[in-house]
């Protein structure tokens, strides 16, 4: 995060010839409405440019791995991976001038409790919920001690911050409401995104492909964010209403959804998936965008490091962790139902179901298979039959649920109203 950061503002420097620092220093904030007015569309059109740049980059090295594990073997992955970082550092020693800070360095090792005491707690909210079901919740010691670590450390984190002069978290941010509905916009953005699963679960069960053909299917998410970044810069700069953008956002992924909820079929082209990756990745891009350029509205540059932390905390962990989560165990869920609702009529009464295993049974004893491994691994074919079935099954309910899902939120967005901050004068 550190070097995006940093990269960020060099390429606005060298790209741009702007200083970005001069939007981010307190004191420096506009005088008047109009001020903050122009300062808000000017972020509508560079936010979604910095996202898409950043995702764009981010989706090439997943390409890339990919790749580079398909055609030779994991290991040559982190040999190239060491290798652009020795490049990186030597291109940072010849073409980056070596200023000297003024004065003393910000930055030192006492300040290296509070992010540690922040990131445990993260860390462990995070095993919470991603293994919480696996591990049948708190009936799990584990579950109950990372819990407890969680909000020890986040009391610690809480403490350490109140007692330090300048705290990384400025708590009276929380009194702005474009912070605190830019935080809830995130958290459901990440929960409906995480139905991403979708088409790679669909292509891998239904389709069996390899993960190379996984990833190019996946490159086509980029097309989706210059899509959405295209739509979010032109609309955001004629000043059309947040409320109308962040319902465009939800409508395309309800729409993704409505898309595999009838694309998700034992019949299934892999060449149509394209068309779910790009519509999903148009409407995140749309609201991973414009919902920063929402939460800044107004906003006292005093609070933008804290919104950071909230963002990222939200975005990055919280919102995913909890999505996965939710979509995982409903679909194990749901797909444990219908195995046991699918194999209830699958036996030998059953002509299909008879056919079909007497059919391998005979099959496995031309290939010199005892009667037992015969019956063995006819029962293991059918149990497999009955497993793509009922993951089918499941994708195609949970796809449902995720259209009312995203049109619950687009009614959301669309009704709460969205004040401005009232500008002391």
């Known amino acids: 995060m550190v070097l995006m950061m940093v990269n960020l503002f ?19 904030e506009p005088k008047d409405a109009s001020g903050w007015n122009k300062l ?5 059109v560079s936010q979604p440019a910095v996202y898409l740049f950043f995702m764009i980059l981010g989706q090439s090295g997943t390409a890339l791995t990919a790749w580079l594990s398909f055609e030779y073997e994991w290991k040559y992955v982190y040999y190239f991976m060491m290798g652009i970082l020795l490049v990186s550092i030597l291109l940072l020693f010849i073409t980056m001038p ?8 910000p930055i030192n090792f006492r300040k290296f409790g509070n992010v540690t005491a922040f990131c445990v707690s993260l860390t462990c909210l995070t095993y919470v919920l991603v293994y919480g079901k696996v591990l049948d919740w708190y009936d799990d010691e584990s579950i109950r001690w990372a819990t407890a670590v969680s909000i020890l450390f986040a009391g ?5 911050d109140a007692r330090r002069r300048s705290p990384y978290v400025l708590l009276d941010a929380f009194k702005l409401r474009t912070i605190r509905m830019g935080a809830l916009l995130y958290l459901l953005l990440m929960v409906i995104n995480s139905s991403a699963m979708f088409v ?16 190019a299917l996946g490159n086509w998410c980029m097309v989706g964010y210059a899509i959405g970044a295209v739509l979010a810069m032109a609309l955001g700069s ?17 729409l993704s959804a409505v898309f595999m909820y009838f694309e998700v079929q034992t019949a299934g082209v892999y060449e149509r998936l394209k068309y779910a990756v790009i519509i999903r990745a148009t409407g995140m891009m749309i609201l991973y965008a414009l919902t920063a350029a929402y939460a800044n509205q107004r906003m006292p540059f005093k609070y933008l490091s804290t919104w950071i932390c909230i963002m990222l905390t939200v975005r990055m962990v919280v919102g995913p962790s909890i999505g996965g989560a939710l979509y995982t165990n409903v679909l194990q869920e749901r797909q444990q ?3 046991t609702r699918y194999a209830q009529n699958v036996d030998l009464l059953n002509p299909d179901a008879s056919a079909s295993f007497l059919g391998t049974v005979q099959g496995m004893k031309y290939q010199g298979k005892s009667e037992t491994e015969a019956r063995n691994m006819a029962a293991i074919s059918t149990k497999g039959r009955i497993q793509v079935q009922a993951t089918l099954s499941a994708l195609k309910e949970m796809a449902g649920w995720t259209i009312y899902g995203g049109l619950i ?5 669309l009704v709460i109203p969205y004040p401005k901050r009232k500008l002391l004068t």
């Open 10 to 28: 060099t390429l606005i420097w060298y790209a741009g010839g702007m200083e970005a620092t001069r939007n981010i220093t307190p004191g420096l």
């Open 40 to 44: 808000d569309i000017d972020r509508c």
């Open 98 to 105: 070596n200023y000297k800070f003024p004065g003393r360095f």
């Open 156 to 160: 610690i984190f809480l403490y350490m």
């Open 200 to 215: 790679n679960v669909f292509a891998g069960v239904g389709m069996h492909i390899d993960n190379l053909q996984n990833a």
């Open 238 to 254: 004629k000043g059309l209403h947040f409320k109308y953008l962040f319902a465009m956002g939800f409508f395309f992924l309800s």
């Open 337 to 339: 139902h219908y195995v």
């Open 409 to 413: 939120c687009m009614i959301f967005v």
